[in-house]
């Protein structure tokens, strides 16, 4: 395939994102349809994490519902996507090349940071999905994951990074208007976007040390797929989409870089 892939971030939010948060869903609809449609998609979710690297080599990835307290409608949700056992694969080799010990999972499925946001920019669930773990190291592990897997956007491969530019439970308002955002929340989400736009890859590896930054995280691993993405990347620059907040902590801010 000619075209070189770009890469996705998306904050996913809550796991009722796609009954509450139609701004954020207009949003990933707009991303299918601008992107090239890939041969497959490799998605790396916030909500797994293993020892290494680990990539699903499921043929048939269940719709995993990860979650509990939200409506019933959410849990009937089907992602039927077939898998990409050959990607995992090659995701393995590239990884090992790379010097990071990786591994393959026989049955792994797809969590909701994968399947909400795929369900809306690829409806039909037709193309092929594996899912790639991340690990309890920091952001210059990750990013190095994404530099090491930045070759498979020559392969017609879309790699798309499912995280939170904002996650603390503290600051949620279940009852929060629509497109209200915390303070402290929408300034770290706008330096994220300073430092994205001007490519400060220290200034956001040191992102804990930034205004906010280590309140936005009580944990890490939300944010760690943005730095996958980043990685990918390879230093193209991003487009930034500014949704609305969900329940006024959660930044549901998405980027695409394109060659």
Do not use: C, K, Y
């Given at each position: 395939?000619?075209?070189?892939?770009?890469?996705?971030?998306?904050?996913?939010?809550a796991p009722d994102a796609l009954l509450k948060s139609p701004d954020a869903v207009a949003c990933w609809r707009e991303i299918g349809l601008r992107i090239p449609q890939p041969r497959a998609i490799l998605a790396v979710s916030a909500h797994w994490e293993a020892r290494v690297p680990t990539v699903s080599h499921a043929g048939a990835p269940a719709t995993i519902h990860d979650f509990s307290g939200f409506s019933p409608s959410l849990y009937r949700m089907q992602y039927p996507a077939p898998g990409a056992p050959a990607l995992a694969e090659r995701v393995v080799s590239l990884l090992s090349a790379a010097g990071i010990a990786a591994?393959?999972?026989?049955?792994?499925?797809?969590?909701?940071?994968?399947?909400?946001p795929l369900s809306v920019m690829f409806p039909k669930a037709q193309l092929p999905v594996t899912q790639l773990s991340l690990t309890r190291q920091g952001a210059s592990a990750h990013l190095g994951v994404g530099?090491?897997?930045?070759?498979?956007?020559?392969?017609?491969?879309?790699?798309?990074?499912?995280?939170?530019?904002?996650?603390?439970?503290a600051w949620l308002d279940w009852d929060a208007a629509a497109g209200q955002a915390l303070p402290q929340a929408l300034a770290f989400t706008d330096?994220?976007?300073?430092?994205?736009a001007a490519r400060d890859v220290p200034a956001l590896l040191a992102y804990r040390d930034a205004p906010n930054g280590a309140a936005s995280h009580p944990s890490e691993e939300h944010f760690m797929?943005?730095?996958?993405?980043l990685g990918a990347a390879d230093g193209d620059s991003p487009e930034r989409y500014r949704p609305e907040f969900a329940y006024g902590g959660l930044a549901m801010d998405a980027y695409t870089w394109r060659d």
């Open positions: 395939m000619s075209t070189r892939m770009p890469v996705v971030f998306v904050s996913h939010g591994d393959l999972h026989p049955s792994r499925g797809l969590d909701h940071g994968a399947w909400v530099q090491a897997l930045a070759a498979l956007r020559d392969e017609g491969v879309l790699i798309l990074a499912s995280g939170a530019i904002t996650h603390n439970f330096w994220v976007g300073e430092q994205l797929p943005l730095f996958v993405a």
